[in-house]
């Protein structure tokens, strides 16, 4: 007897994308009767054997263990490495067609993706709406997915989603005795997390400003101040006050957060807001792993990561922000290439000015001796400082304001938000059609920064006398674009050294 072999095709996520994958099934009388994977499959794929004859068995088809055949399921190209279990569907219906316990279709316009229960029933598995824009790529029509993945996946034109509860239905659809219709994406109200409002937090006025240019151009921000004195709200507070999601945003977002294993329902409607942990590891902040994953900078991106107490984490942490804050990318290098996971977040740290809290506390002493000040403030290097555009000190705040009468909840950062939803509007206008699709000043390159930032004559003068002020290259035209998001958020085409000035100011530590 010859070999008989099917072919169907199924994906493998690489980063926050999918590249098409050819699962082949090959039944061969000759030799042990067994069922083999190969094509550099990790051990969650190799298990499929035994998830596969379950799920077939309890399905009412004829299972492999019931073939007295060899088979053999290659994952091409087999010098990929294959890992997670969404291959289960694709090799149980490459296995019924080999087998021709189902009709024949036109494998080549349909993806499979899914994990099989031991039941036939199909389970969610992470990367649908990477898989969904790898078929709308390769113009390949169909993707067959369980039900839970089908809304994400169906945010991308030109692909029919049919979703599946489970393995007899997949047949039943294959063989046309039952329809399901391509899913239609539908919007899912999910609780929103709480936001405090600007008005929650009494005094601080310097540090809302701040908190409205960085929401406005996408800069990152660093609040020094003694215990209670409102950093971790101000950071809480900023998503409050930052644009809604685009649609193309939302998509990026999602795709991040599906990659990432978290399997949204739908589209993301919010902005990330990631608050890692000090003890939290390299790879679980930058990204990585022997799976590589997207960290928590890469869930971030489009929202706010938060590092509070910044200089209790591990200096690798620290200094492996670097890149990511100036290309806002990761790049992860293995052997076989380099991975890419998006990163363009607002980054807000806090920090204490000293271990006790209260170094140049005007009520309170400060405990520490200089030098453990100086090692306690000397833990964040000089180039990350240098990427953080916003470095503000928040003083204590006095009992007599914490008792003031608060306004309406909600009105100022509803009042907040619409400054900087202008200002993101006349940034959206400036780059409108920009290769590299930016959509914030602090995006801009230095090329950008040059060719967008028109000044007024008494500017250009007074940014002659800062450029003496021991700024670095990076710091001028940093400053530059704070200056700029000053302008957008004053309504003014030109950049005026008023504008100038603040942003100097903010770059000023005491």
Known sequence: MGATVAKILSAELEGVSANLIEVEVDLNAGGVPAIAIV????????????????????????????????????????????????????IAIGYLLATAQVLPFRTEEAVFAGELALDGRLRPVPGALAIAE?????????????????????????????????????????????????????????????????????GQGHAKRALMISAAGGHNVLLTGPPGAGKSLLAQALVGILPELSRMESIEVTKIWSAGGQMPHGLIAERPFRAPHQTASLAAVIGGGGDPRPGEI?????????????????????????????????????????????????????????????????EKDCRCAAYEVMRYQGRISGPLLDRIDLQIHLPRVATAVLREHAPDRGSESRTAKQHVEAARAAQLARFRGHSRGIVSNAEMSARDTEGALPLERDAERFLDTLSEKNLSPRGYYRLLKTARTIADLDGMEKTTSAHLAEAFGYRVRE
């Open 298 to 362: 890469s869930l971030a991106h489009r929202g706010v990561l938060f590092l509070d107490e910044l200089p209790e984490f591990p200096r690798a942490v620290l200094e492996a922000l670097r890149a990511p804050l100036e290309d806002g990318v990761v790049r992860i290098s293995r052997v076989r290439g380099t991975l890419l996971f998006p990163a363009q977040f607002a980054l807000v740290a806090a920090m204490n000015p000293c271990p006790c809290g209260y170094f140049g506390d005007p």
């Open 134 to 202: 790898m078929c709308a790529r390769l113009k390949i029509a169909w993707l067959y997915l369980p039900r839970e993945n089908a809304n994400e996946a169906s945010a991308i034109d030109g692909v029919k989603v049919i979703p599946l509860a489970n393995l007899r239905q997949g047949i039943d659809v294959l063989e046309k005795r039952t329809v399901v219709l391509p899913h239609t994406m539908m919007a899912i109200e999910s609780a929103r997390r709480h936001i405090p409002d600007l008005s929650e937090i009494k």
């Open 39 to 90: 094509g550099l499959a990790d051990k969650a794929v190799g298990e499929a054997k035994e998830r596969v004859n379950s799920a077939l068995a309890n399905t009412g088809v004829k299972p492999p263990n019931r073939e007295n055949r060899r088979i053999t399921v290659n994952l091409a190209p087999a010098d990929v490495k294959k890992t997670g279990s969404h291959y289960d569907l694709a």
